[in-house]
C-alpha cells in the first residue's frame, strides 16, 4: 500500500509542479497536459511491464534453473539458508535459483515482496566459503525487504516521465518559433521538431541514467546494511573482499547488473555506476 501511495503522490507531485511551470511561461495548459499524460502513459509503461515481467525475463536472461527439490547437498544448503533468511526478516520465501556462469554473482528480483526471485551462480556457491555466500543472500534478501525493485521501477518511471515531456515540449516550443508561412513549413517544422526531440531524449536520458544510478548505489548501501544487521558485519566485509580479489570480473548483463552483488568497476565514470566501489561499501560496513 506504502507502495502505490507513493506512486500517486509523485505523480501528483509531478503535474502540480508542471502546472506551475506552464503558467509561468504562458503555455496553454490543456495541449501541455495532453502531452504530460501521454509522456506518463509511455513512461511508466515500460518500467512497469519490465516489473511485473521481472523473474521470468531474468530466468530467461541467464538460463537459470527454479529449484523446487533439492537434489544435491548444495541446493538443500541453499534453500535452508535463503529460508533461515527469509524468517528472520519476516519475509516469504522468495523462489530459488541457479544459473551456471564462472562469475561470481547473485541477484533478487520480482514485483514484490510475496512474489520475488534470488538466484545464484554457480561461480558464487564454488567461489566463495558458506560464511561469505550467507552474507551475499543476505544481500539479496535485503534487497527485498526494502522493496528495491519496486522503487526502482517507480523512479524509473517518474524519469520516463520527465524525459519524455520536457524534450517533447521543448521541441514544440523550439518548431514553433520558426514562424514560417510557406506551405512547406508544416513539414519542415515536423522535421525540427522530431530532430530536436530526439537530441533532447538522449540527453535528458543520460541525465536520467545518472539519478538511477545514483539511487541504484544507494541501495546498494542499504542492502549491505541489511546483510549486516542479518548475519554480521564481518561476513559482508569478508564476501565483498572476496569480489575484490577478482583481477576481470565478468559483469551482468542489462538491468540485471543494477540487482547483482556486484557491478561495473573502471570500466565507465562514476555517475553511471550502479554499485559503490567495493572499497566505499567495505569502508561503509566498517564505520557500523
Do not use: C
Not at 518500467?47 to 527439490?69: C, D, G, P, T, Y
Not at 516550443?173 to 538522449?202: H, I, K, N, P, T
Not at 565478468?250 to 547488473?257: E, P, R, T, V, Y
Amino acid at each position: 500500500m506504502m507502495r502505490i501511495l507513493l506512486f500517486l503522490a509523485t505523480n501528483m507531485a509531478v503535474l502540480f509542479v508542471f502546472n506551475i511551470i506552464l503558467s509561468l511561461t504562458g503555455i496553454r495548459s490543456q495541449d501541455a497536459l495532453g502531452l504530460l499524460i501521454f509522456a506518463g502513459l509511455f513512461g511508466f509503461a515500460g518500467s512497469l511491464i519490465s516489473l511485473f515481467f521481472s523473474k521470468s525475463m531474468a530466468l530467461r536472461a541467464v538460463n537459470a534453473e527454479v529449484i523446487h527439490s533439492p537434489r544435491n547437498a548444495t541446493e538443500m544448503w541453499l534453500m535452508q539458508t535463503i529460508q533461515r533468511l527469509a524468517e528472520k526478516d519476516d519475509l516469504p520465501m522468495p523462489e530459488v535459483a541457479i544459473y551456471y556462469a564462472e562469475e561470481m554473482n547473485a541477484f533478487a528480483t520480482g514485483p514484490s515482496k510475496n512474489n520475488s526471485l534470488v538466484a545464484v551462480s554457480s561461480g558464487l556457491l564454488n567461489g566463495m566459503t558458506e560464511n561469505e555466500v550467507e552474507a551475499v543472500l543476505a544481500h539479496e534478501m535485503s534487497h527485498i525487504k526494502n522493496g528495491d525493485m519496486v522503487t526502482m521501477a517507480l523512479l524509473q518511471g517518474v524519469l520516463n516521465t520527465f524525459v519524455i515531456f520536457l524534450s517533447r515540449l521543448i521541441a514544440n516550443a523550439v518548431a514553433s518559433s520558426r514562424g514560417d508561412d510557406e506551405e512547406e513549413s508544416g513539414v519542415m517544422s515536423s522535421g525540427v521538431y522530431f530532430l530536436v526531440s530526439m537530441v533532447l531524449e538522449f540527453i535528458f536520458g543520460l541525465l536520467a541514467s545518472i539519478i538511477a544510478m545514483w539511487f541504484s548505489r544507494q541501495r546498494e548501501f542499504r542492502a549491505d546494511a541489511g546483510a549486516a544487521r542479518l548475519v554480521g558485519k564481518q561476513k559482508m566485509i569478508a564476501a565483498l573482499r572476496r569480489l575484490e580479489q577478482i583481477p576481470d570480473p565478468q559483469d551482468m548483463q542489462g538491468s540485471l547488473a543494477a540487482f547483482g552483488i556486484d557491478g561495473k568497476r573502471g570500466s565507465v565514470t562514476d555517475l553511471f555506476l550502479s554499485h559503490p566501489p567495493l572499497e566505499k561499501r567495505i569502508e561503509a560496513l566498517e564505520k557500523l
